[in-house]
């Protein structure tokens, strides 16, 4: 058996410039696993908490408290485990942290810990990180996942909390879905990527681009973005609907004031009714197949509309409503809103935890679907949970951008060596 023998973190940056964590967990044959944590801009309320800072430094944004949480109390309360324990591990950092929403020491502290911890067992395993993701979920409950290539979720144009633009909903996804490899759902989407970029040059309108990689025009409304990714499709050679669907990320939450949905690019402020309306109108004029917070967090009983006008046609998912937390999860199964999830480790803390969500959703037939962060880095761990837990889906941003591509290259590595592991 192998030993950790030490566990160190620094502070380091993300793909907005603000700092993050990155931790390392050594073992006594000197073999070392190393993660980085994501950080979100458009946050649901009940995540778990993100230790910041609360000096002049990085704007307030510093995690350097979190950093010494690492180096001081949770790194050596875990020496001398083996990693191979991710679930023994995880709950002691957990009680040592002690609260219900890891205020105490910072769910990136823990967090970055576990995930080091699981990538320094799987090199000891001597297999790769998705094989190893897939014993642990068969540890944890008996049942061993099919591995697969996820279909990727790509968001190209961005708006809302992601972009200085007037677009209200936030992410505006492509998904390659007639695509029969993921090398294939690669190549139609940066061929629809350049594509867009090409109509928004061509219309005089901003090629820059948001937090996600994907384009933030100016536009008057949001089926105008519909409209132009439709566009971009067929400049592409493809069939919208058929070759290539479209998923929105509403993040609702961010734009419900006092009861409404204020669309103020469009200048319109809408009830619950009125606005699942409007998203059943958009679903069923374009060839929309997945809505993520279609609805405010804390409006359930909108979610309960939107989930019965249109959650027998639409992937219906939840983002801030669940934030990846099994308790909150159930409690939407027993109301029946949505019918899917969105897993970002970083909501809930840590690796056991997510993986409770995840089978949470399978034994109720919500579908999974992995998830970056707004803020990102070169990590790409969470490439090899979507093939390891075989969840069928992910998204992790445009095809631009080192931050984002950086999870789909490793999922075309993967592909190229195993070819037993197909896109689901
Ligand atoms: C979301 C995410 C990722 P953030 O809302 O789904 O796209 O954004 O990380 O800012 O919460
Ligand atoms: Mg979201």
Known sequence: MSKIVQVKAIQIFDSRGTPTISCKVILDNGMEGIAMVPSGASTGSKEALELRDSEIKYHGKGVLNAVDNINNILGPLIVGNDPIQQEKIDQSLIDRDGTNDKSQLGANSILAISIAVSRVAASLKGISLHEHFSDLYKDMTGEKPQQSLPMPMLNILNGGEHADNNIDIQEFMIIPSGAESFTQAMQWSSEVYINLKEILHSMKLSTSVGDEGGFAPNLNSNEDAIKL???????????????????????????????????????????????????????????????????????????????????????????????????ILSKGIKEEIANAILIKFNQVGSLTETIRAIECATSAAYKSIISHRSGETEDTTIADLAVGLGVGQIKTGAPCRSDRVSKYNRLLWIEEENNKILLK
């Not at 006092?258 to 004029?285: A, C, Q, R, T, W």
């Open 229 to 327: 990714i439709e566009e971009s499709i067929i400049k592409s050679d493809l069939k919208p609907g058929i070759d290539i669907n479209i998923a929105l990320d509403c993040a609702a939450s961010e734009f419900f004031k006092n009861g409404k949905y204020i669309l103020s690019g469009e200048g319109k402020e809408l009830s619950s009714d009125e606005f699942s309306d409007y998203l059943k109108n958009l679903i069923s004029k374009y060839p929309i197949t997945s809505i993520e917070d279609g609805m405010d967090e804390n409006d359930i009983d909108g979610w309960k509309l939107l989930t019965k006008k249109i959650g027998n046609k639409c992937q219906l998912v939840g983002d801030d409503l669940f934030v990846t937390n099994k308790e």
